[in-house]
């Protein structure tokens, strides 16, 4: 037996049933011959169809025949518009509809047995529909007309929600039957086919649930597509469905805005009942009404918005411009704005590692919160019910289960999350909206409901969903706080450049000056410490200001080493080591070198990136530790490496460690004095001499590897 679920009731073909109900006739023609029939157009027209005659030998009565030719003159003029016309027959009124499909033109005919209503009484609620000014006030009115006009047992509004079920928002029935008012009808009881079919032919009727269908007779075994069809038979299921709500007349007109279904006047009467297909029309025209009504109003509120959140996006991004210090307390001073435009309850700002909440967000819930979309896509990322949350964080986050996040600056991490609280309700469905299996003619299938009686259910985890206007304004949000952002970085980026600058010139005539006078204290034995003590702390900043301007060239495109010379390697390493240990007599340095390895390049430059090296193993190396520099030449590359204990560099750290400014990335480094820019500037001068820096650990040992070639003529021997 296979699994039956609710996809095989919503797959049911129902806009090809071969079949129409037997209050009316159709025929079909391709190409001006006839191609299909419903088998009982002999019976009603005394006609003599037969496959492939035109329509002028099918032995329609003359005024049939003519009715039927004026109407396909019309079609063609507009084959997207379907044309009717009425015309007497045998004693009454033949109401005659036209329309073209799938390469067909199809002809229908209903027998009138009721008159219309009067044009002038649907003129005036015509224009009381147009004068409404809420959905409320428009549904009420659609559902009194259109009971009035066809004398319904009930009609009412139904409401699509975004899930696809559906509520009952208005109702105008009879006394002695109970209200449906403020129901919910679940998505399952008008699948996905069916709400398409509701969509493209908005309205059908069946004026009797016990017909006996209609078969189509076909001149090929080609599905016949009645989805525009007024006498399209219903899906047997359906019929099943009405009988058990006790109904046996059912009519239903779609309420179409903006090309989606968004509801229906569904209409229910006791007994059979035939509704003219010109009263029909008058209802359709009344839901187009609304439908037209219900757009503008949603355009003023969707407009309204709109306007309100582009003001208040405008102030912001204004603030944010002007307004100096860290982005994120700016933002943190509209949470009141943002949380109006957003129809957020709670708010979470983030920014580096600051995270801000505001609607009685708890810290917990919003760190949980915050460490969710910090590892999210940079796009709009968007929930409404618990689920939708890794199941770790569900029970973190507390009740805000309704989250709309934006990620607007990646080199911050900065975000906005506004947070909607899960919304406790109960629902008042029209029956428990389950299916049953049952044994049909073709095997086990679902079933409806067979109980509408009122069934509640209390709803949690669910938040009020985010509408399209919401995120269309938190999309321009994103852009604007994006567009701030790379100003800002721009701007920053500028001043770093004038700083460098400023440091690289305007510091270097008194540093030197103080060089001078610390020369001259310690000539004299009395304030030797204090000179040794000025000399240290200017070599310092002179070092630091020799980086800045290092960076400086480096950025603008200029070249660090000065003209090329032959440079006696191991005699230069040899002297840096002996230098160090001189200089810090706590800290053992080992050196094992290769003599007489030559190369060509700057001898400062060279000197300045062996030097780095070794200064930063003494700051980061561990205490009581040594410090191995080893130099060796082979395969033309001269190979120096400078090696101490010390624990592997974290990944996220090696990512871009030569990178300039680093430093700042790692706040668990020992040297807090420095710019971050001693790796960055040893990587440019080994690309300038046309070498490599590489770092590894071989377990114990942090190792930078600085990697030259060997002068031409010494390698060549």
């Known amino acids: 037996m296979n699994e039956v679920t609710l996809d095989n009731c919503a797959n049911e073909p129902i806009h090809i049933p071969g079949a129409v109900q037997p209050h009316g006739c159709l025929l ?19 006609a003599t169809p037969g496959a492939g005659l035109p329509l002028e030998a099918c032995g329609l009565a003359p005024p049939v025949l003519a009715g039927c030719l004026e109407l396909l003159a019309d079609l063609r003029l507009s084959p997207d518009i379907p044309v009717s016309l009425q015309l007497p027959w045998n004693g009454t009124v033949l109401e005659m509809v036209a329309h073209s499909h799938g390469g067909r ?12 209503s009067s044009i002038a009484l649907h003129s005036r609620a015509y224009e009381r529909v147009k004068r409404a000014r809420t959905r409320e006030q428009l549904l009420g009115l659609a559902v009194q007309e259109v009971r009035r006009w066809t004398g319904f047992d009930r009609v009412m509004a139904y409401v699509f ?3 696809d079920s559906g509520d009952v928002v208005a109702e105008d029935r009879a006394p002695h039957i109970e209200s449906f008012l403020g129901m919910r009808y679940p998505a399952s009881d008008i699948p996905a086919q069916a709400r398409r079919l509701y969509t493209l032919n908005t309205l059908r009727l069946i004026p009797d649930v016990e017909y006996t269908p209609v078969a189509l007779v076909q001149r090929d075994a080609q599905p016949v597509d009645l989805s525009f069809s007024v006498l399209r038979s219903v899906s047997p299921i359906h019929v099943e469905y009405l009988r058990n709500m006790g109904i046996r007349a059912s009519m239903s007109v779609s309420i179409v805005v903006a090309g989606k279904l968004w509801g229906l006047l569904a209409c229910h009467h006791g007994q059979p009942l035939r509704v003219p297909y010109e009263v029909r029309q008058a209802c359709d025209v009344l839901a187009q009404l609304v439908a037209s009504g219900v757009q503008a109003i949603e355009g003023q509120e969707t407009a309204a918005r709109i306007t309100e959140g582009t003001r208040a996006i405008g102030e912001l991004a204004g603030d944010l411009l002007v307004a100096g210090g860290d982005p994120l307390d700016v933002l943190a001073r ?19 590692s600051r995270v801000i909440a505001t609607g009685g967000v708890t810290t917990d819930e919003a760190g949980a919160i915050a460490g969710h979309f910090a590892t999210a896509s940079h796009d709009v990322r968007l929930t409404d019910c618990r689920t939708d949350w890794p199941e770790p964080l569900r029970a973190r986050i507390g009740p805000w289960v309704g989250a709309l996040a934006i990620c607007h600056d990646a080199a911050t991490n900065a975000c906005v999350i506004a947070l909607r609280r899960e919304q406790v309700s109960t629902v008042r469905w029209a029956g428990k909206p389950e299916k049953q299996y049952a044994e049909g003619p073709n095997g086990p299938r679902l079933t409806p409901r067979g109980s509408f009686a009122e069934w509640q259910e209390t709803v949690r985890d669910k938040a009020v969903p985010w509408l399209d206007v919401t995120v269309r304004l938190v999309r321009q949000l994103q852009h604007e706080l994006r567009r701030i952002a790379a100003v800002r970085h721009a701007e920053m980026e500028s001043a770093r450049q004038n700083l460098l600058a400023v440091l690289g010139h305007d510091l270097r005539d008194p540093l030197h000056a103080m060089a001078m006078l610390a020369g001259v204290l310690k000539a004299k034995d009395v304030e030797a410490k204090i000179g040794e003590r000025l000399a240290s702390t200017t070599g310092r900043m002179q070092r630091l200001v020799s980086q800045v301007l290092d960076f400086s060239r480096a950025e603008s495109g200029q070249s660090l080493a000065a003209e090329a ?4 390697l191991s005699a230069l390493v040899a002297d840096l080591v002996e230098e160090a240990r001189i200089g810090h007599p706590g800290v ?15 001898p400062v430059r060279i000197a300045q990136a062996v030097g780095n090296l070794v200064s930063n193993a003494r700051h980061y190396g561990q205490l009581g530790h040594a410090i191995e520099v080893t130099l060796q030449a082979q395969q033309a590359k001269a190979d120096i490496a400078v090696a101490n204990v010390a624990p592997p ?35 440019r001068i080994a690309q300038e001499h046309g070498g490599t820096l590489a770092y590894s650990h071989d377990g114990r040992h942090v190792r930078f590897e600085l990697q030259l070639p060997v002068a031409e003529s010494l390698a060549r021997a």
């Not at 704005?337 to 580096?352: C, F, K, S």
């Not at 010379?565 to 006696?568: A, G, S």
């Not at 053992?588 to 700057?602: M, N, P, Y």
């Open 649 to 683: 560099i974290p990944p996220e750290v090696a990512a871009d460690l030569f990178a300039a400014f680093k430093r700042r990335r790692d706040s668990s480094l020992v040297n807090r004095t420095g710019l971050g820019l001693g790796l960055y500037i040893t990587s």
């Open 105 to 116: 033109e199809f002809v229908e005919f209903e027998p009138r047995v009721a008159a219309g």
């Open 565 to 568: 010379r032959l440079v006696d």
């Open 334 to 352: 509209h949470q009141q704005p943002l949380m109006a435009i957003l129809r957020a309850e709670g708010l979470v700002l983030t920014q580096d």
């Open 161 to 163: 929600r975004h899930d």
């Open 588 to 602: 053992e340095i080992r050196l094992a070198l290769q003599d007489g390895v030559f190369v060509r390049g700057d």
């Open 28 to 46: 079909a023609l391709r190409e001006g011959r006839l191609d299909c029939w419903s088998a009982n157009l002999g019976l009603l027209l005394a």
